[in-house]
């Protein structure tokens, strides 16, 4: 039996709704995350609302392993082997474009939190963000889209005033939108988060590898 279609409509309003809520509460975060006082509180408090969102979204169970992309089977088991070379890849990649040994000569916990960042970003924007425009976007839109609001995210966290970097917006925003689209294609075709969880965790830890503190970019 079908579903009248004005609660598909409505469906679709609040699915809609609650992907601009999120993406918005995520760039506004990232915005102030760096700032003193009030502007950080206002930052905690949109991270806050994210997770509201999220958890009025999320009822646990089968239903939560769906709606974040949580399930991988035996035969998609061989996409995390794809997700974990793609992550070493472009990790020697973006460590010899800044001219330093391709691989670290050792791993310091900080590079651990900065996969647990990294793994988290996976969870929320290919996880739950395309999952939901997954229900009513093509493949291919909802992963350029799920790109997209990272890119937003990522340009908001680098935009507070830095030590000099070579790093640039307009390199920023492409390379996280085309590599965010690559990773949303596969998290599509294997169903499954995890191969993308995995290859940023992988290129957290080997970028950030002999890191000891955190770089002014990071939540701190």
């Known amino acids: 039996m079908s579903l009248p279609a004005g609660t598909l409509a409505g469906d679709l309003i609040r699915d809609r709704l609650k992907v601009m809520a999120v993406v918005a509460g995520m760039v506004l975060f990232a915005l102030l995350c760096h700032e003193k006082r009030w502007p950080q509180s206002l930052s905690l408090m949109s991270l806050a609302a994210v997770a509201a969102v999220l958890g009025s979204d999320l009822k ?24 974990c070379i793609g992550g070493v ?37 290919r996880g739950w963000l395309q999952g939901r425009l997954l229900r009513w976007r093509r493949p291919l839109t909802a992963a350029i889209l799920a790109a997209a ?42 169903r499954s988060v995890w191969p993308c969880i995995l290859g940023h965790a992988v290129f957290d830890v080997l970028v950030y590898g002999a890191f000891t503190r955190a770089p002014w970019w990071v939540w701190n």
């Open 60 to 83: 646990g169970g089968a239903e939560t392993i769906r709606a974040l992309g949580l399930s991988l089977t035996r035969r998609r088991a061989y996409w995390l082997a794809v997700g």
């Open 89 to 125: 890849g472009f990790a020697v990649v973006c460590r010899t474009a800044y001219h330093t040994a391709p691989l670290p000569d050792r791993i310091t916990a900080f590079a651990l939190v900065a996969a647990t960042i990294g793994s988290t970003e996976e969870l929320l924007f």
């Open 149 to 190: 609001a990272h890119a937003a995210y990522k340009c908001a966290l680098f935009i507070r005033p830095a030590p000099a970097t070579s790093t640039t917006f307009l390199v920023l925003a492409s390379g996280t939108l085309i590599v965010g689209t690559g990773i949303g294609l596969m998290r599509n075709a294997s």
